[in-house]
C-alpha cells in the first residue's frame, strides 16, 4: 500500500503524489542488537506461529552461544503456547499499542520514511528491491543510532 507523508513543493504549483490501490503482502521479521549493530532479517509467506518459530531458530544460529533478549508485542503468533522458543533467547513482551518501545520498530519506521513514503510500487517486487537498497544503505552505527533506546 502506498503512503503519503509530507514533502516540499513549490508554492502556488500544484503538487499530485501517485497512489495505487491494491494489496501485496509479505512479512518482514527483524532482530537488532541495539549495541553491536547486527541484525537478522527473514520474509516469510505468512506471519503466524509456524514462521515466528523459524525466524527464532534463525536469530539463535545467527547469534550461537549468546544470550538473546527479544522484546515483542503481544501479536498472537508471539504469545502462542506452541511457540517453540530456542534455550537462549529470553523473550520480554511489550505493553499493549507501545510500538515505540521495540527496537526494530525504529528501523522500519526509518525504512518506510526514508524509502517507501510518496512512491508507488509496480509490484512486491519492487517493494522488496527498495527493502533491499535500505537496508544495504544502512551500516553498524547506523543500527545502533537507529535502534538504541535508553531503557535497554
Same mark, same amino acid.
Given at each position: 500500500?502506498?503512503?503519503? +507523508?509530507?514533502?516540499?513543493?513549490?508554492?502556488?504549483?500544484?503538487?499530485?503524489?501517485?497512489?495505487?490501490?491494491?494489496?501485496?503482502?509479505?512479512?518482514?521479521?527483524?532482530?537488532?542488537?541495539?549495541?553491536?549493530?547486527?541484525?537478522?532479517? +527473514?520474509?516469510?509467506?505468512?506471519?503466524?506461529?509456524?514462521?515466528?518459530?523459524?525466524?527464532?531458530?534463525?536469530?539463535?544460529?545467527?547469534?550461537?552461544?549468546?544470550?538473546?533478549?527479544?522484546?515483542?508485542?503481544?501479536?498472537?503468533?508471539?504469545?502462542?503456547?506452541?511457540?517453540?522458543?530456542?534455550?537462549?533467547?529470553?523473550?520480554?513482551?511489550?505493553?499493549?499499542?507501545?510500538?515505540?518501545?521495540?527496537?526494530?520498530?525504529?528501523?522500519?519506521?526509518?525504512?518506510?520514511?526514508?524509502?517507501?513514503?510518496?512512491?508507488?510500487?509496480?509490484?512486491?517486487?519492487?517493494?522488496?528491491?527498495?527493502?533491499?537498497?535500505?537496508?544495504?544503505?544502512?551500516?553498524?552505527?547506523?543500527?545502533?543510532?537507529?535502534?538504541?533506546?535508553?531503557?535497554?
Amino acid at each position: 500500500m502506498t503512503t503519503l +507523508s509530507r514533502a516540499w513543493a513549490e508554492k502556488g504549483k500544484p503538487f499530485v503524489v501517485k497512489a495505487k490501490q491494491g494489496r501485496e503482502s509479505v512479512h518482514a521479521y527483524a532482530s537488532v542488537d541495539p549495541w553491536l549493530g547486527e541484525g537478522v532479517l +527473514s520474509l516469510k509467506p505468512k506471519a503466524n506461529t509456524e514462521a515466528m518459530g523459524a525466524f527464532l531458530d534463525e536469530v539463535a544460529t545467527a547469534f550461537p552461544g549468546r544470550k538473546v533478549l527479544m522484546f515483542m508485542d503481544n501479536a498472537g503468533w508471539h504469545t502462542a503456547k506452541k511457540l517453540p522458543v530456542p534455550p537462549d533467547i529470553t523473550i520480554a513482551f511489550l505493553p499493549p499499542r507501545s510500538p515505540e518501545l521495540n527496537p526494530v520498530e525504529r528501523l522500519w519506521r526509518h525504512i518506510r520514511q526514508g524509502h517507501m513514503h510518496n512512491r508507488v510500487f509496480d509490484g512486491l517486487q519492487q517493494v522488496l528491491g527498495a527493502l533491499d537498497e535500505a537496508l544495504m544503505d544502512l551500516g553498524s552505527e547506523d543500527l545502533k543510532r537507529i535502534c538504541a533506546c535508553g531503557y535497554l
